[in-house]
């Protein structure tokens, strides 16, 4: 007869402190190499439009002429592809994964 | 390698009473699928006994292609026979369990024998134009 | 001879976290017959393998399924690298056989807690949901994604596993396995769980082969058929042996689940000692000319890739056919029969992924 086998990992976790995080006072802690938000160093760009052409959801947009180099952050994905295919390395992705935002828009760089 | 594959081309008239051949042998039906090539349909029918994959194989033309229904021999069949006449507008004779064309919504009738997408679809916009 | 209704299940129901229509037929308390409905999220990703070019199309399959990510990647890459005939350098073979177990590891936690919940216990559902966030954790770490890898490509892998990484993912495991061990114990020893899947929705040896079920469902039925037999990524070299029971019904089903989430941690253990160091990806040239149907274990079952190139960058034709897929027609068959109640519990039982169902 094994009535209620949890009893026992209950009662323990009466006595625990509870594993969730109160999120919003108390951020999460993010793991290293953690594929977050893609940030670019752009006085390193040569608007080579490799990462524009391999986007696999069309999140970026490269102006070779005007030198601009835009991101619709609602888009990206975070593969983190452009990052393997950027020449320069000026692309990475970091561990944070960037705020809540309320509208659509391109950020440009 | 991975493992071998065989690929037996059969006719479309023989299907059943060959799939009936594999049941008694125990096969187990593991897919059937339709490609379009050109202007034909290629469909295939995967086995397996114990890892060993055995592919049925035949063409049948882009449309108004027909083939029989293996409901009668693998019950299982209907959902992937349901999936090619919705989505390639094959007839399946004496399916089981017919959905007549109701198994997917689609916007629009048999997706995947249209050449392009009609204009009617509006095309996903390029970043930044909302 | 009671009266006849038709009560509908789903799309919409409280067990169901993805759209799954069932029309059950029920005399009183019993379901005479039941018809399933699916389509409600039919995306046609199957098309957009014209659109994206073959090295690009990884990141759409490993989306087709937010579970089972990282193995619907594998099976892919496993079916390009087939037909283009690369070899794949053996640490990205024994580094993918990491990650598709962990991924196993995960699932089947995820799949416990809803099924605790289908049948009503909201705390071994809330403590399975713990346990499998120290397992995300380490995905998080190893890969750089909670449930999209992104670490699986053509030719190898993305990433690699530092040897500290290593040691610190097996110290995890060893945490993460005590705690499944009190979890499982329950699952498999609790007289109110084992009233609510005992004898449930049985289905046979036979039927199981005849209505084409896979994974778990067929295991369960006493059929010992396990797609990682197939020895592709590094299994040829690990010791294992498919988990079967024989009785057919929930309780086997759930035991099967549970017996892999050990074996999947042994076969963790084993590659992690044998891992090889060197390369993790070759380069690839060319493009894809030719077909194959590639075959790969999920945690649902077997899922087979159709992928059929023509010698240009974009495929002519990418199908997959996902477990659930091919378990459809064993649960139609579980649910003629049963008792009402018992309805979400059996839906249950066959972990129905129905995103990765219709693509």
């Known amino acids: 007869m094994a009535f209620f086998q949890m009893k026992k990992m209950i009662l323990a976790w009466t006595f625990r402190k509870p594993v969730t995080t109160s999120y919003p006072f108390e951020p999460r802690k993010i793991c290293p190499g953690s594929r977050g938000r893609l940030d670019v160093k752009i006085s390193d760009c040569i608007f080579c439009t490799l990462c524009d052409k391999r986007c696999p959801t069309q999140a970026l947009d490269v102006d070779k002429a005007n030198k601009k180099w835009r991101i619709d952050r609602l888009r990206c994905i975070s593969c983190g592809y452009c990052v393997e295919v950027c020449p320069k390395k000026c692309l990475t992705l ?13 950020e440009t760089f | 390698m991975i493992e071998e594959q065989t690929i037996i081309g059969v006719m479309p008239e023989m299907l059943v009473a060959e799939a009936r051949k594999l049941c008694e042998q125990g096969y187990r039906l593991v897919q059937i699928c339709a490609t379009r090539l050109g202007e034909e349909l290629q469909m295939d029918y995967s086995f397996d006994l114990n890892r060993k994959f055995v592919n049925f194989r035949f063409l049948l033309p882009k449309t108004g292609g027909r083939v029989p229904s293996i409901t009668g021999v693998y019950f299982c069949a209907f959902t992937y026979e349901n999936e090619i006449s919705d989505l390639f507008g094959v007839q399946v004779e004496g399916n089981a369990l017919d959905f007549k064309g109701n ?28 | 001879m009671g009266h006849r209704t038709i009560i509908p299940f789903g799309p919409q129901h ?21 018809v399933p409905s699916i389509g409600f999220i039919h995306r046609g990703l199957e098309r957009l393998v014209e659109k994206k070019d073959f090295v690009e ?25 087939e037909i283009m005939k690369i070899e794949v350098p053996t640490r990205a073979k024994y580094l993918r056989t990491i990650w598709g177990e962990l991924s196993r590891i995960h699932s089947h936690l995820l799949w416990a807690g809803l099924m605790a919940d289908g049948f009503g216990f909201e705390s071994l559902f809330m403590h399975s949901w713990r346990v499998r966030e120290q397992v995300l954790d380490i995905i998080e770490a190893t890969t750089g994604g909670r449930v999209i890898f992104g670490s699986c490509k053509v030719g190898g892998a993305r990433r690699d596993i530092s040897p500290e990484q290593m040691t610190w993912m097996l110290k995890q495991l060893e945490v993460v396995e005590k705690e499944m061990r009190l979890i499982v114990d329950v699952f498999m020893n609790d007289d109110s769980v084992k009233h609510r899947l005992c004898g449930v929705g049985v289905i046979s040896k036979a039927d199981a082969i005849s209505l084409g079920a896979v994974g778990p469902t067929l295991r369960g039925s006493g059929v010992a058929d396990d797609m990682r037999l197939l020895k592709y990524a590094a299994f040829g070299e690990l010791d294992f042996a498919p988990i079967s029971r024989t009785d057919g019904d929930s309780y086997s089903r759930c ?8 074996q999947s941690l042994d076969i963790i253990r084993q590659a992690a000692a044998k891992m090889p160091t060197g390369e993790i990806a070759v380069k690839v040239t060319g493009n894809p000319s030719g077909e194959f149907f590639s075959r790969v274990e999920q945690p ?16 002519t034709r990418f199908r997959a056919r996902t477990p ?6 064993a649960l139609v068959k579980m649910l003629a029969g049963c008792e009402l109640a018992d309805v979400p519990v059996l839906v249950l039982t066959i972990d129905p992924c129905i995103s990765c169902t219709e693509r």
């Open chain 1, 94 to 106: 970091t561990g944070d994964h960037g705020i809540p935002t309320v509208t659509k828009e391109m």
């Open chain 2, 103 to 130: 198994f997917y919504t689609t916007a629009m009738k048999h997706p995947f024998i249209q050449d392009a997408v009609p204009a009617s679809v509006p095309a996903p916009a390029k970043p930044g134009v909302q």
């Open chain 3, 14 to 34: 409280p067990v169901l976290p993805e759209p799954i229509h069932i029309d059950l037929v029920v005399e009183d308390e019993k379901v005479v017959e039941a």
């Open chain 3, 57 to 81: 199309f990884v990141y759409i399959a490993e989306r087709i399924c937010g579970i089972c990510s990282f193995i619907h990647g594998q099976t892919y890459c496993q079916g390009v690298e």
């Open chain 3, 255 to 262: 035991a099967v689940r549970c017996d892999e989430l050990f």
């Open chain 3, 300 to 315: 649902r079952g077997e899922v087979v890739y159709y992928i059929k190139g023509n010698g240009t960058k974009n495929l």
């Open chain 3, 324 to 329: 659930t897929f091919a378990n459809v027609p």
